[in-house]
């Protein structure tokens, strides 16, 4: 990312940097970490999921997938619940809590990600935000 950033415009890495930070600072505010932020996106966008399957997307082993997972159910954020075939596999779902935190999270992001970018051209712009985007949802 450092090498690629001499390619790029200062006021497109000052916008990102900002990005980060209010995307940080949003998920703070709701008592959660980005790790965890990340875990509420996965579960949105795949409901029932498992801790293998979080732990493969963030490349990480099952017992930190545990430990990242745990304090959003005990807060009321994720709900843990035994497959109907598998008593020992946990599937995860958002709950309407977690659902609320998640959405006014994204929603600061997508402000600040317009305010960011309305600076420049709407072709960059639209270059931009599908960039974002793409790279958030990996």
Same mark, same amino acid.
């Given at each position: &990312?450092?090498?690629?950033?001499?390619?790029?415009?200062?006021?497109?890495?000052s916008?990102i +940097?900002? *990005?980060? !930070? /209010?995307v940080?600072?949003?998920?703070?505010?709701?008592?959660?970490?980005?790790?965890?932020?990340?875990v509420?996106?996965?579960?949105s966008?795949?409901?029932?999921?498992?801790?293998?399957? &979080?732990?493969?997307?963030?490349?990480i082993?099952?017992?930190?997938?545990?430990?990242?997972v +745990?304090? *959003?159910? !005990? /807060?009321?954020?994720?709900?843990r619940?035994?497959?109907?075939?598998?008593r020992?596999?946990?599937?995860?779902?958002?709950?309407?809590?977690?659902?609320?935190?998640?959405?006014?999270?994204?929603?600061?992001?997508?402000v600040?990600?317009?305010?960011s970018?309305?600076?420049?051209?709407?072709?960059?712009?639209?270059?931009l935000?599908r960039?974002?985007?793409?790279?958030?949802?990996?």
């Open positions: &990312i450092l090498r690629m950033s001499k390619n790029l415009h200062p006021d497109f890495i916008s +940097l900002a *990005l980060a !930070r /209010t940080r600072k949003a998920s703070v505010a709701q008592g959660i970490g980005m790790g965890q932020l990340c509420l996106e996965i579960v966008k795949n409901p029932g999921c498992s801790m293998t399957d &979080i732990a493969s997307a963030l490349s082993g099952a017992s930190t997938a545990t430990t990242v +745990l304090p *959003l159910v !005990r /807060t009321g954020l994720l709900s619940i035994h497959d109907g075939n598998n020992r596999r946990v599937l995860l779902q958002l709950t309407p809590k977690g659902k609320r935190t998640l959405l006014a999270i994204l929603k600061g992001r997508d600040k990600l317009k305010k970018f309305e600076h420049f051209p709407k072709q960059f712009q639209l270059q935000i960039l974002s985007y793409s790279l958030h949802s990996e």
